[in-house]
């Protein structure tokens, strides 16, 4: 898989329309997951019929997320995986997106928030049963917007350093669900 060390910009709007659709990232989870499949197969995981999938697996497709493997597809029946994409994908900046494209940036973010919630209702009972795979912080520092983006960044080369791709994983290797959010606390100077 590339590891590029420049972020991706997802600045197409295209392309980000194709990621807000909650199936379509469902498919992507999957084939990330799993590994290859059909749209058969991914349609029975999914709860979808083949039509539907089909469509869909073609959405992501044209947009870079997934490809065909031609040596796996015979006939009717096309073989999927994950492209070879970059790790580093990042939204653009509000700002630089076009207003009448504004409203598929906020419907990825919202899609992708919601993903997160059901990631962190889960949380307490993964903790419980598998405290090795499931782990959790919670921080706070007093930091500069230099000093945040700095560590953002660390945080991806470790990120990095630390991962493997579906097909390089070592032995005894899982997915694991991997999120980093910040967010300004309340300034104590306003207010008063």
């Known amino acids: 898989m590339k590891d590029e060390t420049e972020p991706v910009i997802l600045d197409d709007p295209g392309r980000i329309k194709a990621l807000s659709h909650p199936l379509r990232r469902r498919i992507l989870h999957r084939l990330r997951t799993h590994g290859p499949a059909t749209s058969t197969t991914i349609g029975e995981v999914v709860g979808a019929n083949t039509g539907t999938t089909s469509?869909?697996?073609?959405?992501?497709?044209?947009y870079?997320?997934?490809?065909e493997i031609p040596e796996r597809s015979t006939g009717r029946e096309r073989w999927w995986r994950p492209a070879d994409t970059p790790r580093d994908l990042r939204l653009p900046a509000p700002e630089t997106v076009a207003p009448e494209d504004r409203a598929v940036l906020?419907?990825?973010?919202?899609v992708a928030h919601a993903e997160d919630l059901e990631l962190f209702r889960a949380l307490p009972a993964e903790y419980e049963r598998d405290r090795a795979w499931a782990r959790l912080s919670r921080g706070f520092a007093h930091m500069t917007?230099?000093?945040?983006?700095?560590?953002?960044?660390?945080?991806?080369?470790?990120?990095?350093?630390?991962?493997h791709s579906r097909e390089d994983a070592p032995p005894g290797a899982r997915p694991v669900h991997i999120r980093l959010f910040t967010l300004p606390a309340d300034d104590p100077d306003e207010g008063d």
């Open 106 to 110: 906020d419907e990825l973010i919202r």
């Open 55 to 62: 469509y869909h697996l073609r959405q992501l497709e044209k």
């Open 145 to 163: 917007e230099e000093g945040l983006a700095s560590f953002y960044e660390a945080y991806i080369r470790l990120l990095r350093e630390h991962a």
């Open 64 to 67: 870079g997320f997934i490809e």
